[in-house]
């Protein structure tokens, strides 16, 4: 009884005096894991130094002691040291997530992607925290991996919708891909949540002289040196914007000031090359370049200029060279896609053409001639649906041009909408009197609509601005011969026929309508001139002969007509004319065999019997299907028949025989 006592008296005296109820060690690591993991929320420094003193009191050489010393030395950037720590940290206690995400983003600082992509997928395994997924997003980012930073970026947004730096690294992505406008949402979105997040506006600004809205870009960084006159960052960008502005002490001293060497020798070569290629003195602006490259390769806004230089000297696979390869250093611009697409499309590779305008189109959506280059290539590509809404894409912004106009016409038509077609041809039309194929293509479609006076008048118009248009005269010539305009034919061929002497076609025609019209003197001139400029053409020797007929001069119609056989035997009128010609020349003597008749030979009674039996052949025939027809008469009734048509057949054969003997009578009188 004593001794139990004596116990409880123990145990009630520990409890006052300070046991230590966490066994050891182990409980006052586990006390310090507890302090470290709420380490993040203590922003004020003295209260969070004391924190860290605490830890490293109670599990200095712990886990949690290798934490704390690993963020001290991340503070006093000494990242190989953090590194060490957090190592030695995670060797003590593998479970520790907060280790490996900041291990993992010290990673990331050196520049070991890979690691570093591990140890934060370890410590969002074990918990998920918007401070991974931020550094993940990170490391894929640069890993060029741009879908699963999004996605990263996103998550962390879940959870802290109001860091700024989520905003910000998901707009640098949308640049990075050259997505300019969604870009632009990001950063405002950064700057809605803080308007004077320097990270935000060094973004617009880059994205300003990205689309080379160089004044923009250079009032937002004045403004931002003025507040932070120690960012690398914005003195680097002013430079560049010093630069395009043509400052190049200004800008050599921006660089210096950034960390960058970048002479004034450099910039002088550059700005020599830019004057160069501005007056168009080509070939000094790509020697002054080149020499510029050579100094510095990789160049960025040098590799733009040089191939700005070969494009506009026509040295088309140089420039296509130069861009590309600004573009593989992420220095792609609007601009230059554009350019790209230029210089695609005119060695006819449009697929490549396409995909550089619509990247040109993902940073620049709205470039009106970067919508109409990608349009006109929907169109020569035959998809016309998709040049149709690009073209009233065009129009809705209020960019429409005749020309605008004019390719919608086109599209239309060739997606057999003729009445849009109609519609917008004809307003390209008023807007632009003096577009020929405009006019012409509208009469064609008048034309086909059967609308004739609209045609003619359209087909004059496209004449007038083009007198040598060969379809449009042709066109009008057959609408003047539907129309029975013959004054106005022979007009159209005479003019025809100034405009282009030495063609026999024009000659040949004018004489058809001469003849038609009964002029046959004019007719025989134009097809003896059609015959100087090509002898042997077998229709014009055919019309030549056919006109001598109809003038009655005979002979010479015969030589012709037998040099038109001559020239195309196969030709059917002129032999047909030549068998006419024989007739009339040496005609058969019609009047000569009648006063003869009695000499013809007299048909034999076996060619009259075989004539006959010829007819009763066919006549027992059609009997034999009448009868088949109908049913077969009665014996009594047959006997009749039979009776009957023998009585009729001997006075009918009698009769017949009477008025044979008369007729050779009369034949012998």
Avoid at 30 to 55: F, G, H, T, W
Avoid at 262 to 289: F, H, P, T, W
Avoid at 573 to 578: D, G, P, R, Y
Avoid at 585 to 596: L, N, S
Wanted: proline share 3%.
């Amino acid at each position: 009884m004593k001794k139990s006592l004596v116990l409880v008296l123990a145990f009630l005296a520990s409890l006052s005096c300070g046991f230590d109820w966490t066994f050891g060690l182990s409980g006052k690591c586990n006390q310090a894991k507890k302090i470290v993991s709420v380490l993040e929320n203590k922003k004020d420094s003295i209260e969070r130094e004391q924190a860290e003193k605490r830890v490293l009191d109670l599990c200095g050489e712990g886990a949690p002691g290798h934490y704390v010393k690993a963020l001290q030395r991340e503070r006093a950037s000494d990242l190989d040291g953090a590194i060490v720590e957090y190592q030695a940290c995670l060797k003590s206690d593998p479970a520790f997530p907060l280790a490996s995400g900041r291990l993992g983003y010290a990673y990331y600082l050196k520049g070991r992607l890979d690691d570093a992509a591990l140890e934060l997928t370890k410590a969002l395994a074990a918990k998920q925290d918007p401070l991974f997924h931020k550094g993940l997003a990170k490391v894929y980012a640069d890993k060029l991996m741009y879908s699963l930073a999004l996605y990263h970026y996103e998550e962390a947004m879940k959870v802290s919708p109001s860091d700024v730096s989520l905003y910000v690294g998901i707009a640098d992505i949308y640049r990075k891909q050259g997505l300019y406008e969604e870009s632009r949402d990001e950063y405002r979105k950064a700057l809605a949540v803080n308007g004077i997040d320097v990270d935000a506006r060094l973004g617009m600004a880059e994205i300003n002289l990205d689309l080379n809205k160089t004044d923009e870009a250079f009032d937002d960084l004045r403004r931002l040196q003025t507040a932070n006159p120690q960012n690398k960052k914005i003195h680097l960008l002013l430079g560049q914007a010093y630069e395009r502005k043509g400052n190049l002490k200004a800008a050599e001293y921006e660089y210096l000031l950034a960390g960058k060497n970048r002479s004034i020798e450099l910039m002088e070569q550059l700005r020599k090359g830019n004057e160069y290629l501005q007056s168009g003195d080509y070939v000094k602006a790509m020697s002054e370049l080149e020499t510029a490259l050579k100094e510095k390769p990789g160049d960025i806004q040098t590799l733009r200029r040089l191939g700005d230089a070969y494009m506009a000297a026509g040295r088309d696979d140089d420039a296509i060279s130069s861009y590309r390869e600004a573009t593989r250093l992420k220095g792609g611009t609007p601009d230059l896609h554009r350019n790209l697409g230029i210089l695609y499309e005119r060695k006819g590779l449009l697929d490549e053409a396409a995909v550089e305008y619509r990247q040109s189109l993902s940073s620049d959506p709205e470039n009106p001639d970067t919508l109409r280059l990608l349009a006109d290539i929907y169109s020569l590509r035959g998809s016309n649906q998709q040049a149709i809404e690009l073209y009233q894409d065009l129009i809705r912004m209020k960019k429409d041009t005749p020309r605008i106009h004019f390719m919608l016409a086109r599209a239309y038509l060739n997606n057999r909408d003729f009445k849009e077609a109609r519609n917008e041809y004809a307003l390209a039309v008023r807007q632009d009197p003096e577009n020929q194929e405009a006019q012409r293509e509208l009469a064609d479609l008048y034309r086909r609509s059967s609308m004739d006076v609209e045609a003619e008048k359209h087909y004059k118009e496209a004449i007038r601005l083009k007198k040598d248009d060969s379809e449009s005269r042709n066109a009008l010539l057959a609408l003047y011969v539907k129309r029975k305009k013959f004054p106005e034919v022979v007009s159209l061929l005479q003019e025809n026929v100034e405009l282009a002497p030495n063609d026999p076609v024009n000659h040949y025609k004018l004489g058809l309508i001469h003849e038609f019209n009964k002029d046959y003197d004019s007719a025989v001139q134009s097809y003896k001139k059609s015959l100087e400029l090509k002898g042997d053409n077998a229709k014009t020797l055919n019309a030549l002969g056919r006109v001598y007929m109809k003038s009655g001069r005979l002979e010479e119609a015969k030589a012709t007509l037998e040099d038109a056989k001559k020239a195309d035997p196969k030709l059917e009128e002129t032999n047909v004319l030549l068998g006419n010609m024989r007739d009339e020349i040496a005609p058969e003597p019609q009047v000569y065999r009648k006063a003869y008749s009695s000499g013809k030979k007299k048909k034999s009674k076996r060619d009259r019997s075989a004539r006959k039996g010829k007819k009763s052949k066919k006549s027992s025939k059609s009997l034999a299907k009448k009868g088949k027809k109908s049913k077969k008469p009665s014996k009594s009734l047959r006997k009749n028949k039979k009776s009957s048509s023998g009585g009729k057949s001997k006075k009918s054969t009698g009769s017949k025989k009477k008025a044979k003997k008369t007729a050779k009578g009369k034949k012998k009188r």
